[in-house]
């Protein structure tokens, strides 16, 4: 099973560019797509990125998300505040038992 | 407009065992190659994957719950359900039910139920 890693925390002040990394544990990372879910306080995850770069309806172009070799990331551009929240990725990873997922620990974002 | 309703008991005693329903409004559970899934997040932690229950009737668990864990879907009440056995204070969490997609992730989620277990 894929071991998924994002960092604890980031930060920016308004307007400004971030980027959240996730680094998928794989030897074959073209097997797999990894999907980004946005966590306001108090709610349920909403699906912010999907199959890596993929926005879906209703999600502002200021979030964008790339693959870059065993990795993929979130920017975050024209930084708002309330786009304070947790990110988490998730990975889907096929493998013996099936098609699993595997969360990465969530990324606290705090605009300054 | 797909909606996901969890229920079940907010409260569990330790070792017992732990069940809850989501019911699916605004599509049909069964049309559609969709993985109906249950993913909790322990208080004040990540999200965790338990496991899902493709529209098939296939079900596919993380590892560490797997022997622990029933799914079951059921076409006529629009719904799917878990259960959990022997649990124990490690499954406090707010259990979601989200529906998934390979390609499109999980696009619609249940607004979550707290699960204390506590005896």
């Given amino acids: ?112 | 407009q797909v909606q996901l309703q969890e229920s079940g008991p907010g409260l569990v005693k330790p070792s017992q065992t732990l069940s809850l329903n989501c019911t699916v409004s605004g599509g049909s559970i069964s049309s559609g190659a969709y993985y109906w899934t249950w993913i909790r997040q322990h208080p004040g932690k990540g999200l965790e994957w338990i496991g899902y229950i493709y529209y098939s009737g296939n079900t596919y668990s993380n590892p560490s719950l797997k022997s622990r864990l029933t799914m079951s879907l059921d076409t006529s009440g629009n719904d799917f359900s878990l259960r959990l056995t022997s649990v124990s204070v490690a499954d406090t969490a707010v259990y979601y039910c989200a529906r998934g997609s390979y390609h499109k992730g999980f696009d619609y989620w249940g607004q979550g139920i707290l699960v204390t277990v506590s005896s």
């Fill in chain 1, 1 to 112: 099973q894929s071991v998924v890693t994002q960092p604890p925390s980031v930060s920016g002040t308004p307007g400004q560019r971030v980027t959240i990394s996730c680094s998928v544990s794989a030897s074959n990372i073209g097997s797999k797509t990894v999907n980004w879910y946005q966590q306001l306080p108090g709610t349920a995850p909403k699906l912010l990125m999907y199959n890596y770069s993929q926005r879906p309806s209703g999600v502002p172009d200021r979030f964008s998300g790339s693959k870059s070799g065993s990795s993929a990331s979130l920017a975050i551009s024209g930084l708002q505040s309330e786009d304070e929240a947790d990110y988490f990725c998730a990975a889907w990873d096929d493998s013996l038992n099936g098609r699993l997922v595997v969360f990465g620990g969530g990324t606290k974002l705090t605009v300054l």
